[in-house]
């Protein structure tokens, strides 16, 4: 689920994506929640500089970003150390990502399970520009 507004259609942009990571997180605020992981649900999109017209790109890595790297790299930021608020996690993977030049725009999410019987998820989303 998104809330936020569809990225701007004069943005010549391919959307990558990493759906539904689920990563045993050390998160929370609460005295219950140290020392212990919690299953986070991850959602990353990022925009990537591409072109409008139809030829082929390409066929090589160095076109894109790879799945891969992000994927370590949010399973480290997970695990590593513990973190407060998915707000802050959330930021964090923002950072990681964007330090790649080719990465216009990153949506996240990350979403607590298992915290309220009667609700799928909480948490929170946000979006980051590149500022060049």
Same mark, same amino acid.
């Given at each position: 689920?998104?809330?936020?507004?569809?990225?701007?259609?004069?943005?010549?942009?391919?959307?990558?994506?990493?759906?539904?990571?689920?990563?045993?997180?050390?998160?929370?605020?609460?005295?219950?929640?140290?020392?212990?992981?919690?299953?986070?649900?991850?959602?990353?999109?990022?925009?990537?500089?591409?072109?409008?017209?139809?030829?082929?790109? %390409?066929?090589? $890595?160095?076109?894109?970003?790879?799945?891969?790297?992000?994927?370590?790299? *949010?399973? !480290?930021? /997970? #695990? &590593?150390?513990?973190?407060?608020?998915?707000?802050?996690?959330?930021?964090?993977?923002?950072?990681?990502?964007?330090?790649?030049?080719?990465?216009?725009?990153?949506?996240?999410? %990350?979403?607590? $399970?298992?915290?309220?019987?009667?609700?799928?998820?909480?948490?929170?989303? *946000?979006? !980051?520009? /590149? #500022? &060049?």
């Amino acid at each position: 689920m998104t809330i936020l507004a569809p990225w701007p259609a004069d943005l010549a942009v391919r959307r990558l994506f990493l759906k539904d990571m689920i990563v045993d997180a050390y998160i929370g605020v609460f005295p219950h929640e140290q020392g212990v992981t919690q299953r986070v649900r991850i959602n990353v999109s990022f925009g990537v500089d591409d072109s409008r017209d139809l030829t082929e790109g %390409v066929d090589d $890595l160095s076109r894109t970003v790879s799945y891969e790297t992000a994927v370590l790299t *949010i399973r !480290r930021l /997970a #695990t &590593e150390t513990h973190t407060q608020l998915v707000e802050t996690l959330a930021e964090r993977i923002a950072i990681e990502v964007m330090k790649d030049h080719r990465v216009r725009v990153v949506r996240i999410s %990350v979403e607590k $399970l298992d915290i309220f019987s009667d609700l799928d998820s909480v948490g929170v989303e *946000i979006e !980051r520009w /590149a #500022t &060049e």
